[in-house]
């Protein structure tokens, strides 16, 4: 609204829907009460510490020096209880800030110690002046500030030189002599790139390691990252040394750089030599066995690549002067091995290749000459005669007619062969169909299934030829659509089929 009524606050808003509802996450301010004692009991209390004594912990959180007693059976020198506080950090930037729970009391603290020793390291340069000039305390102050004048001289003239200073840690340890102070001509490294993805400066540590511009030229950087000096020098070295030890551990050499680092040294020394000998081994067997395509041709190889022998062809291409040039095969020409007088494949017999002079047809095999061949003419002669042996044995062996008390052939009664030049006779041909017919009903009327003669109401019936013809004719073809013919007979055709 434009102008608000006198009993509203116009400090706030007036509309329940203008109201921030949702209170805001504050930081506390309240940090763990160091060392504060809560109660202070007389007597041990059932749940304490037994070491101690104390209700704050447990008795295996205890940090008092383990008692030859504890408290809990002596019941003397009871701890006193510490003050447990659960503080919560809700926000994103207390939970990361590494200055929290910091007292600008303790600096204040320090300011004062500090003062304290500079009055007293004055106070005994003043003694030591005044002992030097006799006590008089006048040119002892004229000494004093002409030595001031002089130092202050002297931080002049080094202008932007390189300051060293001491430097203390946290942990009250000192980290050596560092350069303090920057040149001030020079851009300060956080601000070579404004982009926020870009490497992380540290303002505690005043560290940048990553490189702020990666993608710069490396000859126009003047900052490639802190880490650029740890990548540089003995390092790399120092990083082979260390992988070598880790891997030679784990195949079983007793090698520990921590441990051992004479040993590792010596090791690394060694395995570099060998590895250098043998590379340099193995160039050379590279070279012994392709050659060096850089290296200068030698007098024999350089005759090949040309000539000076003159040639001269007609229109056509035939050769009218000089020697016809013989192309050259892709094929090995002109090689004998194992004593060989002809190359492999100058000999064809039955389907095989082999050497023409000693007429093997093993290609690994050793050259027997003109005794070989005549072995193999032989071996196949031998080969013939007793191929033709062996014919005249079997025709030698087939009988001529059968002896007594043997059987025929009984292929033809299992129904799949029939013998050649069997006459059958007619009137005992039809009683066996007959009689199969027959069979074929009175195995239906009884179960309703045919029986075979092969079944147990079948045994000592003699098959003949004739009964196996009634079987053979008789026997249902389902599959055959020919079949249907013979019951065409009878009535009409069946599956669509008639006689013509």
Not at 10 to 38: C, I, M
Not at 75 to 104: C, H
Not at 401 to 406: A, D, F, I, K, L
Not at 434 to 445: D, N, T, V, W
Request: aromatic share 8%; hydrophobic share 30%; charged share 30%.
């Amino acid at each position: 609204m434009a102008s608000a009524p006198w009993y509203l606050n116009n400090d706030r808003p007036s509309l329940k829907h203008q109201k921030n509802w949702k209170e805001g996450v504050t930081d506390t301010k309240v940090w763990y009460d160091r060392g504060a004692k809560v109660f202070q009991a007389t007597k041990y209390r059932k749940g304490a510490c037994e070491n101690c004594g104390s209700m704050a912990h447990k008795t295996k959180d205890c940090l008092e020096r383990p008692r030859t007693k504890g408290a809990r059976w002596t019941g003397k020198s009871i701890a006193a209880d510490e003050k447990v506080q659960d503080i919560q950090l809700a926000g994103f930037d207390a939970k990361r800030d590494r200055w929290n729970g910091y007292s600008n009391d303790e600096w204040v603290k320090e300011a004062e110690r500090f003062e304290k020793v500079a009055e007293l390291r004055a106070e005994i340069r003043r003694k030591e002046l005044i002992d030097q000039t006799d006590g008089d305390e006048e040119l002892a102050v004229d000494a004093d500030l002409e030595e001031e004048e002089d130092k202050v001289d002297e931080t002049d003239n080094a202008g932007f030189a390189k300051v060293e200073k001491a430097v203390r840690t946290v942990g009250g340890g000192s980290t050596g002599t560092v350069r303090n102070l920057r040149i001030r001509e020079d851009t300060a490294k956080y601000l070579l790139n404004l982009d926020l993805d870009s490497a992380y400066y540290d303002p505690k540590s005043r560290s940048m390691r990553q490189d702020p511009n990666p993608d710069k030229d490396p000859s126009q950087k003047t900052f490639a990252g802190d880490n650029f000096v740890r990548q540089s020098g003995a390092v790399a070295g120092f990083s082979s040394l260390n992988a070598f030890s880790v891997t030679a551990y784990e195949r079983g050499q007793d090698v520990h750089l921590q441990a051992t680092p004479s040993q590792a040294e010596a090791a690394f020394q060694q395995f570099r030599t060998r590895k250098e000998a043998l590379g340099q081994s193995s160039k050379a067997d590279m070279l012994a066995k392709y050659g060096n395509a850089a290296a200068p041709l030698t007098e024999d190889v350089a005759a090949l690549r040309g000539s000076e022998a003159y040639v001269e062809y007609d229109a056509s291409g035939r050769l009218l002067r000089g020697h016809e040039v013989v192309a050259l095969s892709k094929y090995e020409e002109d090689i004998h091995p194992g004593n060989h007088t002809s190359v492999w494949g100058s000999y064809w017999k039955d389907g095989q290749w082999g050497y023409a002079c000693c007429h093997q047809f093993v290609k690994n095999s050793y050259c027997t000459g003109k005794v070989g061949e005549t072995a193999a003419m032989e071996a196949a002669e031998q080969l013939h005669r007793n191929m033709q042996n062996k014919v005249q044995e079997l025709e030698a062996r087939e009988p001529t007619s059968r002896p007594e008390g043997t059987q025929p052939n009984q292929m033809a009664l299992w129904g799949t062969e029939t013998e050649e030049g069997v006459q059958l006779d007619d009137a005992k041909l039809k009683a066996a169909i007959q009689k199969q017919e027959r069979l074929e009903r009175e195995a239906l009327e009884q179960d309703g299934r045919k029986r075979g003669y092969n079944s147990l109401s079948a045994d000592g019936l003699e098959v003949t030829a004739e009964d196996m013809e009634a079987y053979r004719l008789k026997r249902a073809r389902d599959d055959d659509p020919l079949a249907a013919i013979t019951k065409a007979k009878a009535g009409p055709a069946a599956d669509g089929y008639d006689l013509v």
